[in-house]
Each structure stands twice: as C-alpha cells, then as structure tokens.
C-alpha cells in the first residue's frame, strides 16, 4: 500500500514539474497582437494588427488531418529549414483557415520584414501580410478538435447574430499550446466583421 503511495506521490510530482517546465516554454512568446474594443463576457470584439504570416496550404478540411502536417512544414522552416540555415523564434497562436483548403500560418516576429526573411527549403512555405482588422473571438480550452472547433464557431456565429453584429464568415482556429503543455490551454475561433464595432 505504501509502495502504490508513493508511486502516485511521484507521478503527481513529476505531472507537475513536465508542467511547470511547459508554462515556462511559453511565457515569452511573442503573440499576435491586438486591441479589445469590446467585450460580450463570452466572446470580443478585437482590433489586430497588421501583421506578416508564414504559410503552408494543405489538401484537407480537417483540423484532425491539417494540424501535424502543417506544423511540421512550418516548423522545418522556423528551425532552419531556409538557405540560411538561420533559426527563427516560435510565436503564438498557430492559426489555421479551415474553408475550401487549409492553411496553417506562423506569425513572423515582429523584427522581421517578409523580404528579410531566408528563402525556405520546402516551396509549400509562403509569406503574406495581412493588414488591420475587427475580429470576434472566443475563447475555450483542454484540447482542440473538429468537434469542438465547429462547436465554439457555431456557438460564436449565434451569439453575433443575437447582438445583430455583421460579419464576413472568414474565420479562423488560433491554438496558443504546444502539444506537450496539458493543462491551462487556450484556443479561440475568431471571425472578420464587416464593419468597425
């Protein structure tokens, strides 16, 4: 009995230290930024910023399918996958398109201008700027999936349609963990207004 005690005090022990060392691998992570102009309680109202994307689009409409595959093309890049063989730092969220075709974007650190960055290895990696725009959000959390993706947008879409607010139907998934991190996690569907709020 005290032989399965301390298992379980071990294996509480060391849950706990995988996850403090997972927060701390995200805690200084630059983030996509933006401004809140108004908060509903259970979704936003936000202002993004104009900023530059590195992406890669994919044969698939699942987030199940697109999620590792897009990932990995990404971060083959971002790890030195480029004629340099120059590293560039992670950032927050991951955000994939899920329309006709998916696309996963990385935002590029703020540092760099698209004709800074180094000629990727994989000709399936692509940049873009977006400019400013009015975004909803929601937010949820554990781990994301088809279900409960389309469940927050949907969830999303209603409650714009109750406080009569007007919007494109472009939306997005944006995950801010990595795999590893179990607890805490933050995901969010976002959506392009029509107009200013």
């Given amino acids: 009995m005290k ?5 379980a005090l071990l294996l509480l022990v060391l849950f706990i230290a995988s996850q403090i060392w997972a927060n701390s691998q995200v805690k200084n992570i630059e983030e996509y930024p933006y401004t809140i102009l108004k908060s509903f309680g259970d979704f936003e109202i936000r202002e993004y910023a104009q900023a530059n ?59 760099y ?41 949907d969830k999303l879409f209603a409650r714009l349609a109750e406080e009569s607010i007007e919007h494109t139907g472009d939306w997005s998934f944006m995950g801010y963990d990595p795999p590893f991190k179990l607890t805490g996690r933050k995901n969010e569907v976002v959506v392009a207004l029509r107009q200013a709020q």
Wanted: charged share 25%; net charge negative; hydrophobic share 40%.
């Fill in 3 to 7: 032989t399965i005690a301390l298992i």
């Fill in 53 to 111: 994307f590195i992406y890669v689009t994919m044969d698939t409409k699942t987030y199940n399918e697109g999620s590792g595959q897009g990932f990995n093309v990404l971060a083959g890049y971002i790890f030195g996958g480029n004629d340099r063989g120059q590293k560039i730092a992670m950032t927050s969220p991951v955000v994939m398109n899920m329309e006709e075709q998916m696309t996963m974007k990385f935002l590029v650190p703020a540092q």
């Fill in 113 to 153: 201008k698209i004709e800074d960055l180094p000629k990727p290895d994989n000709v399936n990696v692509q940049f873009q700027t977006e400019e400013e725009r009015v975004m909803a959000a929601i937010t949820f959390d554990g781990f994301a999936n088809d279900e409960k993706i389309a469940s927050e947008r």
